[in-house]
């Protein structure tokens, strides 16, 4: 399975933008970057998923490199309640390893007031 | 709509023992897999049950063990105990059998300490 690389910890302060990287050298074509959050005391949250071109959602964007071998995860606004274990996962939906998610270590995000 | 919900939410048991834990899907989810999460670690998947049938599983072994009911709801057993299955245990629930894009809902854990 194709593996992210994520780093350990980043620091933001509050209503500024994040911007969490994620590397995947061995991407496949048929892997979709996804992205979980888990808050304190709390199950992981989805966040948001691409294949190829960025996407938007309510809570976040996913900037996706040309060559995908790389994304990156923004939080446009960060608030103290953005404060979570951030994994960048990668599910490949051709294998029935789609069916289970690969967490790995995932960046623990940090917000100051 | 009622999301995922899990118990006990926290349980102590000793080495050699065995547990049970429960979980309730969200309303028209069909599938639900656990997970296991050792402290500082991201979550590992344990199995996942689609229509009351295991149809994934990860590196655990055999003492680790699943049931999914007709209404969707699961339950994870786990015998002879050992101190290393001390973790959060999470359920989650989503739409067909996650071969696809769709989101993975989680439950807030059981919290097991084994001693």
């Known amino acids: 399975d194709a593996k992210t690389t994520q780093p350990n910890s980043m620091e933001s302060n509050e209503e500024e933008p994040v911007h969490l990287p994620c590397n995947h050298s061995t991407i496949s074509g048929t892997d979709y970057i996804h992205w979980y959050r888990q808050l304190p005391s709390q199950g992981p949250e989805y966040v948001i998923h691409g294949l190829t071109s960025n996407v938007n959602n309510r809570m976040a964007s996913l900037a996706i490199a040309e060559d995908r071998k790389s994304s990156t995860l923004i939080l446009h606004r960060a608030t103290l309640r953005d404060a979570a274990v951030y994994y960048c996962i990668l599910r490949d939906l051709s294998s029935g390893s789609a069916r289970q998610l690969t967490f790995g270590s995932g960046t623990q995000l940090t917000v100051l007031p | 709509e009622t999301g995922v919900t899990q118990s006990p939410t926290h349980l102590i048991k000793t080495r050699g023992q065995q547990v049970t834990l429960r979980c309730s899907s969200q309303s028209g989810h069909n599938t639900v897999s656990w997970y296991q999460q050792a402290l500082g670690q991201g979550p590992q998947f344990i199995f996942q049950?689609?229509?009351?049938?295991?149809?994934g599983r990860g590196n655990f072994p055999p003492r680790f063990s699943g049931l999914q009911f007709p209404n969707y709801s699961s339950e994870l057993n786990v015998n002879a105990l050992e101190l290393d299955d001390s973790a959060l245990y999470l359920c989650?629930?989503?739409?067909?059998?996650?071969?696809?894009?769709?989101?993975?809902?989680f439950g807030e854990g059981s919290r097991l300490t084994v001693l």
């Open positions: 049950y689609y229509r009351e049938e295991e149809n």
């Open positions: 989650a629930s989503s739409r067909g059998q996650g071969l696809s894009t769709g989101e993975l809902f």
